[in-house]
């Protein structure tokens, strides 16, 4: 991932309350779930605060910190959770932006343990590449963040086991939208898997084309999917 200009800080805030209306009239999340951070200096991020619906937020409960968490402006709490985003950022400086959300598909294959890692859809090969499950961590502890560290770097989304899912970006939007990727992917994941029974998955040569889509968009991350036949 390419790091891109910073947004403002209208324009970070902006954008979490737009997220955060998204995530909450799409089901995502319930009663004050999820959490949205937007990096807009080196040393600075706007964050969602703790025990606020995402789906109800004004300006005035968003927070600002540093890296190491500390407040800077505003006088909500920020959550436990924020460990979670900054260990993104300090993982990978190319990150603009975190999305924390339990959207249903996505999580029972979190709770399942099972990676979305099969090249079935052409978007979510170019948008998400495989999606692979971090291990159980209590939530609001270190071993969250210790948890997906692996990943920050060599993905764009990682599910979180029996709690949900993180996306990252170059903005709240992009990581959003990898966030409905996400779950969209998830639930045809499922039907193809558990109703249907069957799924047409795509071939090396399909995957090759879209791995050099995804290069053309700018995404260097993702990893690369592997048909049934080949694992």
Known sequence: MKAPGWLSDQEAIEQILEVGRRMYARNYVAANDGNITCRVSPDTLWATPTGVSKGYMTREMLIKVD??????EGSAAPSSELKMHLRVY?????????????????????IAGI??????????VVQLGVVPVAP?????????????????????????????????????????????SLEYYAQVTMYTGSVLGRANELTERQIDQLIETRSRLGITAGGRPVPSAKA
Request: aromatic content about 6%; proline content about 12%; overall charge negative.
């Open 136 to 180: 159980y961590a209590a939530p609001g502890t270190q071993e969250v963040p210790d948890s997906i560290a692996p990943y920050c770097r060599s993905h764009n989304a990682v599910l979180l086991a029996n709690h949900g899912a993180l996306t990252w970006g170059n903005s709240p939007l992009e990581a959003y939208m990898r966030m409905e």
């Open 90 to 110: 300090q993982e990978n400086p190319a990150v603009r932006a975190c999305v924390h959300a339990h959207p249903p598909a996505a999580t029972s294959f979190a």
């Open 115 to 124: 990676p979305l890692d099969r090249p079935i859809l052409p978007e979510a």
């Open 67 to 72: 890296l190491e968490g500390q407040v800077l």
